[in-house]
């Protein structure tokens, strides 16, 4: 217990920033930008995410398509992982943390649907589902971002009579800023405690059946990962946005936000830590705007690791895809990654529902062993998430450069017309 205690308040300060971070960025840079301004950068963000997401199904597609990793791999014949939770049910989830009904709530909780089976004792003796309403512990990033665009919007359109309050909130953003640079000399401890306790956590005996019996997944995925981290990003950054400008550089000043997401297994305690890297090396507008946007929806990682598990479970089944089956399976990775919850291991549930669709046999053995080296997929996954959240900042700024020079204009009427944004990466 005292080996983590030094990591699990490490984590609580960084989780203790998220919210004013997220709210004071948010309202801020909805209400620089302006309604169409902000509508443009949201929209790129996630098209930048859709393109991402869809290159990592494809590299896990391939990998597992490639290397077989579920080859030699042989189950018990368990009872299939079947769940009563429909893809409708994930939509419906998703809409309702864009729309919270209890500000103070959901910070802490986040609303949703859960569902139970239950026999119907008549004469046709069906199995019916009734759904319920359930609390989760993680909190609701989404739902915070949607409530403070909606206020940074009302405060722009209001004028001057919103500058008080927004003015305030500027010196809450640079309080909560201070702080986390505060938080970060405690960093090595906290580190150095969280890994501390990971390794005692896990017998030695578990960790070596674990790598010998998913020798090749394991290989495949951590080969998937930095691939994606170490040459898709990278090229998308040097050549898409045609910086000249050497991108493993800015994945260097990355490291802290990259070794907190890794440690925690969740881009959420690495929020603030992105904020502050990010800070003097992207316009604080995009940062403000697309890193709230990312975190609880952009996750290359996770659709990387869901479709490469599917083909996995599937091979271990002896089971041949076919074409179709496999276009679905990167299809719904991509879409239903978007839905994934934020949390450790929240892309198991994901699997299940995708192999119901695909009619791949994801049984309770097949996932116990997917399961037995969640510890290192999980922050495998993040550090590739909180890597993309940043270069997408740095994509969405090159994309909307006319209309960031625009606004700079407007502020300030002294500036040039060819006016060039310096990004200094």
Same mark, same amino acid.
């Given at each position: 217990?005292?080996?983590?205690?030094?990591?699990?308040?490490?984590?609580?300060?960084?989780?203790?920033?998220?919210?004013?971070?997220?709210?004071?960025?948010?309202?801020?840079?909805?209400?620089?930008?302006?309604?169409?301004?902000?509508?443009?950068?949201?929209?790129?963000?996630?098209?930048?995410?859709?393109?991402?997401?869809?290159?990592?199904?494809?590299?896990?597609?391939?990998?597992?398509?490639?290397?077989?990793?579920?080859?030699?791999?042989?189950?018990?014949?368990?009872?299939?992982?079947?769940?009563?939770?429909?893809?409708?049910?994930?939509?419906?989830?998703?809409?309702?943390?864009?729309?919270?009904?209890?500000?103070?709530?959901?910070?802490?909780?986040?609303?949703?649907?859960?569902?139970?089976?239950?026999?119907?004792?008549?004469?046709?003796?069906?199995?019916?589902?009734?759904?319920?309403?359930?609390?989760?512990?993680?909190?609701?990033?989404?739902?915070?971002?949607?409530?403070?665009?909606?206020?940074?919007?009302?405060?722009?359109?209001?004028?001057?009579?919103?500058?008080?309050?927004?003015?305030?909130?500027?010196?809450?953003?640079?309080?909560?800023?201070?702080?986390?640079?505060?938080?970060?000399?405690?960093?090595?401890?906290?580190?150095?405690?969280?890994?501390?306790?990971?390794?005692?956590?896990?017998?030695?005996?578990?960790?070596?059946?674990?790598?010998?019996?998913?020798?090749?997944?394991?290989?495949?995925?951590?080969?998937?990962?930095?691939?994606?981290?170490?040459?898709?990003?990278?090229?998308?950054?040097?050549?898409?946005?045609?910086?000249?400008?050497?991108?493993?550089?800015?994945?260097?000043?990355?490291?802290?936000?990259?070794?907190?997401?890794?440690?925690?297994?969740?881009?959420?305690?690495?929020?603030?830590?992105?904020?502050?890297?990010?800070?003097?090396?992207?316009?604080?507008? +995009? $940062?403000?705007?697309?890193?709230?946007?990312?975190? !609880?929806?952009?996750? /290359?990682?996770?659709? @990387?690791? =869901?479709? %490469?598990?599917?083909?996995?479970?599937?091979?271990?089944?002896?089971?041949?895809?076919?074409?179709?089956?496999?276009?679905?399976?990167?299809?719904?990775?991509?879409?239903?990654?978007?839905?994934?919850?934020?949390?450790?291991?929240?892309?198991?549930?994901? +699997? $299940?529902?995708?192999?119901?669709?695909?009619?791949? !046999?994801?049984?309770? /053995?097949?996932?116990? @062993?997917? =399961?037995? %080296?969640?510890?290192?997929?999980?922050?495998?996954?993040?550090?590739?998430?909180?890597?993309?959240?940043?270069?997408?900042?740095?994509?969405?700024?090159?994309?909307?450069?006319?209309?960031?020079?625009?606004?700079?204009?407007?502020?300030?009427?002294?500036?040039?017309?060819?006016?060039?944004?310096?990004?200094?990466?």
């Amino acid at each position: 217990m005292w080996v983590g205690l030094p990591g699990e308040l490490f984590l609580n300060m960084l989780h203790l920033l998220v919210v004013p971070i997220v709210i004071t960025s948010g309202i801020r840079g909805a209400s620089t930008m302006g309604l169409r301004a902000d509508g443009k950068i949201i929209a790129v963000a996630l098209a930048y995410s859709i393109m991402t997401m869809t290159i990592c199904s494809c590299i896990g597609l391939l990998l597992g398509v490639a290397v077989r990793p579920g080859e030699g791999v042989r189950l018990t014949d368990g009872a299939h992982s079947a769940s009563c939770y429909r893809l409708t049910d994930v939509f419906a989830d998703f809409i309702r943390k864009l729309i919270p009904r209890n500000l103070l709530q959901v910070t802490e909780e986040t609303r949703g649907m859960s569902c139970i089976e239950y026999q119907r004792t008549n004469m046709s003796n069906t199995t019916d589902v009734a759904n319920y309403t359930t609390y989760g512990d993680e909190m609701n990033i989404l739902g915070i971002y949607a409530v403070s665009i909606a206020f940074g919007i009302a405060a722009h359109l209001t004028g001057s009579r919103g500058k008080p309050a927004l003015v305030f909130l500027q010196a809450v953003q640079s309080i909560v800023l201070k702080l986390i640079k505060g938080v970060f000399y405690y960093a090595p401890v906290g580190v150095t405690s969280l890994i501390a306790k990971a390794i005692l956590k896990v017998p030695a005996y578990e960790m070596n059946h674990a790598f010998t019996t998913l020798g090749y997944f394991t290989l495949s995925t951590t080969i998937g990962q930095l691939f994606h981290q170490l040459v898709v990003l990278p090229a998308i950054y040097f050549i898409v946005c045609r910086m000249r400008k050497n991108p493993y550089t800015f994945m260097w000043k990355l490291c802290p936000a990259l070794v907190t997401g890794f440690i925690s297994g969740t881009s959420v305690p690495a929020l603030p830590c992105l904020y502050l890297c990010t800070k003097t090396k992207v316009n604080p507008h +995009i $940062s403000s705007l697309v890193i709230p946007l990312s975190v !609880p929806l952009k996750k /290359d990682g996770s659709a @990387l690791f =869901i479709s %490469l598990s599917l083909v996995f479970i599937a091979q271990m089944a002896e089971m041949k895809l076919t074409a179709t089956q496999i276009i679905t399976i990167g299809g719904l990775s991509i879409v239903l990654g978007f839905t994934t919850q934020d949390i450790p291991s929240g892309s198991i549930l994901t +699997i $299940s529902l995708i192999g119901g669709v695909t009619g791949i !046999p994801v049984s309770n /053995d097949s996932l116990g @062993l997917i =399961i037995g %080296l969640e510890w290192l997929n999980d922050r495998l996954r993040t550090s590739t998430n909180v890597q993309s959240h940043a270069f997408s900042c740095v994509f969405v700024e090159k994309t909307c450069r006319k209309e960031l020079q625009r606004i700079a204009r407007a502020n300030n009427p002294s500036l040039p017309t060819d006016m060039s944004l310096h990004i200094d990466i």
